[in-house]
């Protein structure tokens, strides 16, 4: 498919976008609640998680920006409905910038480490680690302490606060791993 | 979120300008520690905010999200903290809110997107090109529709199944079918021969 440059990098921007609009879809309907789980989980960083982890590093991160960008612009893309400015800064700003860090750390773990795993233990657990760096790690490293400026509660509190949200986190990174292994198992040469 | 035919004064001003002025009153925001001048402002974003003629049924939602967040901030820094300066963090963060809430309800869609575009333009010089860009933005929008569509039917399939709240069964689905999508796409651009890079295409 990619006998010249321009073919390829329009065909980049294609899976960006076509991925920027599924982490979209995945805010607009509503969350799905499980038993285990009191807070009902919406699929939309989910989607944020699966776009580093299937399309690498450069084009997940722009999936995510993607969504970014036009939420701030004013699309009601965000769960619940949410977009404009006032959500960027707002008290919650930061997790949005996180997400475009948090798919390109999963991209780039993915692409140079996961993916280069054999045996399926050990790729499910590097695949595991790597979510979880990208999309709680990162994503909270962003948050957290953006929360505490511009609040001004100390980041204990601020990282206490985020607590609720990590069983939820926890449960969509394990799905993210297995959901990005079966599909790479399918179509190889995703990423390259 | 979106300014729906609004005709008041602040439509009028370049969006440039607005989001300058937000930018700067946001950093300012932050080196006012008087209460009553916080107050002061607080009341004048209100006035802006009314003043504009914006549509208030699209800020119910978001203020009340808003109201729930800064009401456990305000409770919980009053206790860490002292209750005046609660106060003033929760007035920072709502006339803020408002203000950014008054700049996105009286800027059209297409042009925030076209100041961010020239924002981004100097991506240029790194190696970025502002076509791509484009094309990436306003193909995401065409695709919301058909993607939420391809994530209720799976979802659909997967309820007749007794697999509805199965997050595996409904992911695993729906990224093969926005993989197919953005193959499809790509194939018929590519037929098409679309090209948006800078430099002529040798076939």
Redesign the interface.
């Known amino acids: 498919?990619s006998r010249?440059?321009?073919?390829s990098?329009?065909?980049n921007?294609?899976?960006?976008?076509?991925?920027?609009?599924?982490i979209?879809?995945?805010g607009?309907?509503p969350p799905?609640?499980?038993g285990i789980i009191p807070v009902p989980?919406t699929?939309q960083t989910?989607g944020v998680m699966?776009a580093g982890a299937?399309l690498g590093p450069w084009r997940g991160a722009?999936s995510s920006l993607?969504?970014v960008?036009?939420a701030i612009?004013?699309?009601?893309?965000l769960s619940?409905?949410?977009?404009?400015?006032?959500?960027?800064?707002?008290?919650?700003g930061g997790y949005l910038l996180g997400w475009v860090f948090g798919s390109l750390v999963i991209g780039a773990l993915f692409k140079y480490w996961v993916l280069r795993r054999t045996g399926n233990t050990a790729r499910f657990l590097a695949g595991l680690a790597s979510v979880v760096i990208g999309g709680i790690g990162v994503i909270y490293l962003c948050g957290v302490p953006w929360t505490s400026v511009?609040?001004?509660?100390?980041l204990g509190?601020s990282l206490l606060?985020s607590a609720a949200f990590l069983p939820g986190d926890l449960?969509?990174a394990v799905?993210t791993t297995?959901?990005a292994l079966?599909?790479h198992r399918?179509?190889r040469g995703?990423m390259s | 979120?979106?300014?729906a035919a609004n005709t008041s004064y602040l439509a009028r001003i370049r969006p440039g300008w607005k989001f300058g002025a937000?930018l700067i009153l946001?950093i300012a925001l932050y080196l006012i520690s008087s209460w009553s001048v916080l107050l002061a402002l607080f009341i004048i974003s209100i006035a802006i905010l009314l003043s504009a003629r914006v549509d208030l049924r699209q800020l119910r939602?978001?203020l009340i999200?808003?109201a729930i967040?800064?009401s456990?901030?305000f409770v919980?820094?009053g206790i860490?903290?002292d209750w005046l300066?609660a106060l003033?963090?929760v007035l920072r963060?709502l006339t803020?809110?408002?203000l950014?809430?008054a700049?996105?309800?009286t800027?059209k869609?297409e042009d925030?997107?076209e100041l961010?575009q020239q924002v981004a333009s100097p991506l240029r010089l790194v190696g970025g090109?502002p076509a791509?860009i484009a094309?990436?933005?306003s193909?995401?929008?065409?695709?919301?529709p058909?993607?939420?569509k391809?994530?209720?039917e799976v979802?659909e399939a997967q309820h007749a199944r007794g697999l509805g709240?199965n997050?595996?069964a409904?992911?695993?689905p729906?990224?093969?079918r926005?993989?197919k999508?953005?193959e499809e796409?790509?194939?018929a651009?590519?037929a098409r021969g679309?090209?948006?890079?800078p430099?002529p295409?040798?076939h």
């Open positions: 498919m010249n440059p321009s073919s990098q329009t065909k921007t294609v899976y960006i976008a076509v991925f920027a609009a599924m979209a879809a995945m607009l309907l799905i609640t499980l989980i699929l989910l699966l299937l722009m993607v969504v960008v036009l612009a004013g699309l009601p893309l619940g409905g949410r977009g404009g400015l006032g959500v960027l800064l707002g008290p919650t511009v609040t001004g509660l100390d509190t606060g449960f969509k799905v297995l959901v079966t599909v399918s179509y995703l | 979120m979106i300014a937000l946001s939602l978001p999200s808003m967040i800064l456990v901030v919980l820094l860490q903290t300066n003033r963090a963060l803020m809110c408002l950014a809430y700049v996105s309800l800027t869609f925030m997107l961010f090109n791509q094309l990436a933005l193909m995401t929008i065409r695709f919301i058909e993607l939420k391809v994530y209720v979802r709240n997050p595996l409904v992911t695993v729906l990224v093969i926005s993989l999508i953005a796409t790509a194939e651009l590519d679309y090209d948006s890079a430099s295409r040798q």
